[in-house]
């Protein structure tokens, strides 16, 4: 007789033996709710300044590619950091202070270098700015926020090798330049300025030499220098006679003539024309061109549906043109001729 398939039952753990606790990372009774709100509030306020954050890069087509990625990561097989070099090429040693000495011992790029570290840098700038605008600014998390600032401090990086490797060039340019109005550690402090920002607007896609551009930027910025100068000593004067006998010729009205005033205007009005629309519409309301009380940063960005912050940038920027414009009008000469 064959005897009955008992069914097994599903054995069920005792009451009796105690479960495991669930290890977690943090312990919630440690984190308040004033705990929580404080780290909402941090990243609202980190979400605020890196959506604020200009990024700014060189387009190229390039980056349009399948294998950018790859031309922007892989160096030339003779690329290396230009930090430090084994023979130096100090000309003599003898006189040079330890600022000029540390230059020598940084060597300089070869075209493939340029090239590379160029693109890297705008790469990972196109990169970063392209992720960020994918970016929902309410939701964006703490590992997204620090993964695009990772990609911009890793461009920073290779912008210092950039204009470490340049700093040089700087220097045997400042030397043409000399003169009584400037000291060679200012000419050189300012082609350091006026180095960085060729960096920044460099088009390494068209296959130049950065020297050739970056020597034509800082000349130029030497020349404006010099011009500068000369216009100041022009109007410095110590002799106390010559003083009280200009002021004893001055005219006693106390305008300039209507000629002069409508110069001023035809030339003003050709700066504005020459500005973006937008830069146009602040810098009129800023300064009250249109006849109305001037504006704040605050109202101009609730009218133009953007931060405080933005409009102050777009109007440094207009005011930069003018000034260019001015320059390039010399119009400091002009007035300077009536006064």
């Excluded at 990561?73 to 430090?84: E, G, I, N």
């Amino acid at each position: 007789m064959i005897a009955p398939v008992r069914k097994r039952s599903r054995l069920r753990p005792s009451t009796d033996r105690p479960s495991r606790p669930r290890v977690t990372g943090v312990d919630a009774t440690t984190v308040t709710p004033a705990d929580r709100r404080e780290r909402r509030a941090a990243l609202a306020a980190r979400r605020k300044d890196f959506f604020a954050r200009p990024i700014d890069y060189i387009p190229c087509r390039q980056f349009l590619r399948a294998d950018a990625e790859r031309l922007a990561t892989v160096p030339p097989s003779d690329a290396a950091v230009p930090l430090h070099q084994v023979g130096r090429e100090s000309p003599s040693g003898d006189g040079l202070t330890p600022y000029l000495a540390s230059l020598y011992e940084t060597r300089l790029l070869t075209k493939d270098e340029e090239q590379f570290y160029f693109r890297r840098m705008n790469w990972l700038r196109f990169r970063a700015a392209t992720t960020r605008g994918r970016l929902d600014r309410r939701r964006a998390t703490l590992r997204q926020i620090e993964q695009v600032e990772g990609w911009l401090t890793e461009a920073e990086t290779v912008k210092a090798i950039l204009i470490t490797s340049n700093l040089r060039l700087v220097v045997s340019i400042a030397k043409k330049f000399i003169d009584s109005s400037w000291s060679f550690d200012e000419l050189v402090s300012e082609g350091n300025v006026a180095l960085m920002r060729a960096v920044e607007k460099f088009n390494f896609a068209l296959g130049n030499r950065f020297s050739t551009y970056a020597t034509y930027a800082i000349q130029r910025h030497f020349y404006r220098l010099s011009h500068r100068g000369r216009q100041q000593r022009k109007r410095f004067v110590t002799d106390d006679e010559a003083l009280r006998s200009r002021a004893a010729n001055e005219p006693d009205g106390r305008y300039r003539s209507s000629e002069q005033i409508d110069t001023l205007k035809s030339l003003f009005a050709g700066f504005l024309s020459e500005l973006e629309p937008r830069e146009r519409r602040i810098v009129v309301a800023r300064f009250g061109f249109d006849g109305k009380s001037p504006r704040t940063f605050r109202e101009l960005g609730s009218q133009m549906g953007v931060c405080k912050e933005r409009i102050r940038q777009i109007q440094s920027r207009a005011m930069e043109k003018i000034k260019e414009m001015a320059e390039h009008a010399r119009l400091e000469q002009t007035v300077g001729d009536w006064l």
